[in-house]
Antibody, heavy 123, light 112 residues
């Protein structure tokens, strides 16, 4: 079955750029009707959608993070990546990647999810 | 402050029924489908309900979803101790300020 796995540094210094990669296995990232998304969860808090990308490169970003976020896709490696610039302690969170099912504009859900990776922003 | 409003916590006894509400507006729940996620302690969220009331394969029919106007509800019957988890609703928001996927703040379910 489809599986997603996040990877990247667990510690990032303030003002630097957080970089994570999600590797998709058991299916093709180029499948139609599917976007691929990033969601984060600060310790003890709720979920926050960061953004999503289609295999063609089309993206949607959370307006509150848009100025700092870049999501890209590498179909040859079946991977998609997240870059979040100018990080602060407020960006400390567990970062999840997930398949974003966007059947039509008004119909969206995430399934499945990766196991998540904790990224701490600290000097 | 989440765009979608959920009660912080709910509780009920084993075997009983519980409902979790998710309140929004016309720019999100009112005109978009709702999904629900279960997050067991220390694990990633898992899809429970999509398209307001549909269950993915493997999700028992003890879990149900509904939507009316700008609110959605998750129902769980025959509560089990294994249902203790955080539950989140999610949908698309079409407003300029929040445009994109939005989630509720989460509801912690305690099975007494």
């Amino acid at each position: 079955q489809l599986q997603l796995q996040e990877s990247g540094p667990g510690l990032v210094k303030p003002s630097e750029t957080l970089s994570l990669t999600c590797t998709v296995s058991g299916g093709s990232i180029s499948s139609s009707s599917y976007y691929w998304g990033w969601i984060r969860q600060p310790p003890g808090k709720g979920l926050e959608w960061i953004g999503s990308i289609y295999y063609s490169g089309s993206t949607y970003y959370n307006p509150s993070l848009k100025s700092r976020v870049t999501i890209s896709v590498d179909t040859s490696k079946n991977q998609f990546s997240l870059k979040l610039s100018s990080v602060t302690a407020a960006d400390t969170a567990v970062y999840y990647c997930a398949r974003h099912v966007r059947a039509v504009a008004d119909n969206n859900w995430f399934d499945p999810w990766g196991q998540g990776t904790l990224v701490t922003v600290s000097s | 402050q989440s765009v979608l409003t959920q009660p912080p916590s709910v509780s009920a006894a084993p075997g009983q029924k519980v409902t979790i509400s998710c309140s929004g507006s016309s720019s999100n729940i009112g005109n978009n489908y709702v999904s629900w996620y279960q997050q067991l302690p220390g694990t990633a969220p898992k899809l429970l309900i999509y398209e307001n009331n549909k269950r993915p394969s493997g999700i028992p029919d003890r879990f149900s979803g509904s939507k009316s106007g700008t609110s959605a509800t998750l129902g769980i019957t025959g509560l089990q101790t294994g249902d203790e988890a955080d539950y989140y609703c999610g949908t698309w928001d079409s407003s300029l300020s929040a445009g994109g996927v939005v989630f509720g703040g989460g509801t912690k379910l305690t099975v007494l």
